[in-house]
């Protein structure tokens, strides 16, 4: 069956610094890819929806300038989180859509900022 | 290693039915299971979130209920409605705070 991975699956960095997370399908290519966010005891939110080889589509209250998102090839999307403080600490997701429209989820990745 | 099934694959349904949706998983060291709805070509909505000390919760015409000793959860849906056609995926988090998905289950409710 079809395989996302993401990389890293847990990272703590310091407040101020720069993280990237990333989405691969392993054995599909992937046009369109979408991030989710999820706070402890919250349910998951999208962020924003990823298309290959153009700007990502932001959702309401998502600062694109804070949440970098690159998609530059169709096994790969990358989530950069820019200048970090800890209230961006939460669960990042991924999940990547298939020719057939399936969608396939990430294990996810737990960001930790101190 | 945690598993999740979901059982049926696919379930169609006349409208105005309840319906219940299974999932099961492997390892009942979970932090929480959730269950989600996808419509086709877009994003996820989250339904309903059980933590692992709790035994059910409810919105609306959904109740979910969850069972750790026995590895399984189930969704419910009252009074169905053709609106409810979605994929419906659960997921459990897990011991080491990944996500664990399930296949999912097409639900059709026809008018």
């Known amino acids: 069956g079809a395989v996302v991975s993401q990389h890293p699956s847990r990272v703590i960095c310091k407040s101020g610094t720069s993280v990237k997370i990333e989405c691969r399908s392993l054995d599909f290519q992937a046009t369109t890819m979408f991030w989710y966010r999820q706070f402890p005891k919250q349910s998951l939110m999208l962020m924003a929806t990823s298309n290959e080889g153009s700007k990502a589509t932001y959702e309401q209250g998502v600062e694109k300038d804070k949440f970098l998102i690159n998609h530059a090839s169709l096994t790969l999307s990358t989530l950069t989180v820019t200048s970090a403080h800890p209230e961006d600490s939460s669960f990042y997701i991924c999940s990547a859509r298939d020719d057939g429209d399936g969608q396939h989820f990430g294990p996810g990745t737990r960001l930790t900022v101190t | 290693k945690q598993e999740v099934t979901q059982i049926p694959a696919a379930l169609s349904v006349p409208e105005g039915e309840n319906l219940v949706l299974n999932c099961s998983f492997t390892?009942?060291?979970?932090?929480?299971l959730q269950w989600f709805r996808q419509d086709p070509g877009k994003g996820l909505t989250s339904l309903l979130l059980i933590q692992s000390s709790q035994r059910e919760q409810t919105s609306g015409r959904l109740n979910a209920s969850l069972d750790k000793s026995s590895g399984r959860s189930t969704l419910y849906i009252a009074a169905s409605q053709p609106g409810d056609s979605a994929t419906y995926l659960c997921?459990?988090?897990?011991?080491?705070?990944?996500?664990?998905w399930g296949a999912g289950t097409k639900l059709i409710i026809k008018p």
């Open positions: 390892d009942s060291a979970i932090y929480n």
């Open positions: 997921a459990v988090l897990d011991s080491n705070y990944q996500l664990i």
